[in-house]
C-alpha cells in the first residue's frame, strides 16, 4: 500500500510553453502533498506544500505564478510549469502523507522535464 | 529544522556492513530523525525512523546515542543494489510534515 504515481514519468517542452505534472495517491487519501526539485547530482528542494481543497504554500523563492499548484482532490495534486524556460529543466518529484501524525512521506517516481 | 551534516560519499563491497553517521546538533526535543534512501532518477524511499536508542527493521537499523546530536545508519551485507544516495532529516512530526532535504551521502557497493 501507499503507492504514489507521477505522470508523465517524463516530457520535453518548447521554452514558452507550460506543462502540468499529475501526482496520484493511488491506494490511501492524501490531505497533503508536497511538491520538490531536485537538480543532477543535488537534493530534493521542497518547492511548496499542497493541501486538498485550499492554496498552496510555497517555499521562499519559488514564484507561485509560475509553478501553479492544484490539489482539487484527496487523490490528486497537479503542478503546472508556465512559460517553461531551459532553467526549469529539473526532475520533479511529488509526495504525499497519509496520516499527519506520521512522519513517512510517500513518493512518487519523479517527473524528468527538459525545455528546449 | 534542525540541520543535518553526513559525509558525502562512501564506498563499501559487497556483503560489508555500512555505518552512515549523521551529526544533528541543533535537533529538538520533539524531532524524529528519519533516512531516505534514493536511486538515481527515482523518488527518496523510506528506510527508518527513530527518536532515541536504536530502531530495528528488515532493512537497517538505526542507532541514536543518548544526547541526540548523531545518529548512525547502519545497512548490514550490503549489495550491488544498495548504491544509493542516503538522506539523513530531522524534523518535528507536528512541523507539517514538512521536509528538509540535506546534501545526502552516496553510497557506492562494489563487487
Known amino acids: 500500500g501507499a503507492v504514489v504515481s507521477q505522470h508523465p514519468s517524463w516530457v520535453i517542452c518548447k521554452s514558452g510553453t507550460s506543462v502540468k505534472i499529475e501526482c496520484r495517491s493511488l491506494?490511501?487519501?492524501?490531505?497533503?502533498m508536497f511538491w520538490y526539485r531536485q537538480f543532477p547530482k543535488q537534493s530534493l528542494m521542497l518547492m511548496a506544500t499542497?493541501?486538498?481543497?485550499?492554496?498552496?504554500?510555497?517555499e521562499q523563492g519559488v514564484e507561485k505564478d509560475k509553478f501553479l499548484i492544484n490539489h482539487a482532490s484527496l487523490t490528486l495534486s497537479t503542478l503546472t510549469v508556465t512559460s517553461a524556460h531551459p532553467e526549469d529543466s529539473s526532475f520533479y518529484i511529488c509526495?504525499?502523507?497519509?496520516?499527519?501524525?506520521?512522519?513517512?512521506?510517500?513518493f512518487g517516481p519523479g517527473t524528468r522535464l527538459t525545455v528546449t | 529544522l534542525a540541520k543535518t551534516t553526513q559525509p558525502i560519499s562512501m564506498d563499501s563491497y559487497e556483503g560489508q556492513e555500512v555505518n552512515i553517521t549523521c551529526s544533528h546538533n541543533?535537533?529538538?526535543?520533539?524531532?524524529?530523525i528519519t533516512w531516505y534512501q534514493q536511486f538515481p532518477s527515482q523518488g527518496p524511499r523510506f528506510i527508518i525512523q527513530?527518536?532515541?536508542t536504536k530502531v530495528t527493521n528488515e532493512v537497517a537499523s538505526l542507532f541514536i546515542p543518548a544526547d541526540r546530536k548523531s545518529s548512525t545508519l547502519s545497512l548490514p551485507r550490503v549489495s550491488l543494489s544498495d548504491t544509493a544516495v542516503y538522506y539523513c532529516?530531522?524534523?518535528?512530526?507536528?512541523?507539517?510534515?514538512?521536509?528538509?532535504f540535506g546534501g545526502g551521502t552516496r553510497v557506492l557497493v562494489k563487487p
Open positions: 527513530g527518536y532515541k
Open positions: 532529516l530531522v524534523g518535528d512530526r507536528a512541523a507539517g510534515n514538512k521536509l528538509t
Open positions: 499542497s493541501n486538498e481543497g485550499s492554496k498552496a504554500t510555497y
Open positions: 509526495s504525499a502523507t497519509r496520516d499527519l501524525s506520521s512522519y513517512e512521506q510517500y
Open positions: 491506494d490511501f487519501q492524501a490531505t497533503t
Open positions: 541543533n535537533i529538538a526535543t520533539n524531532d524524529y
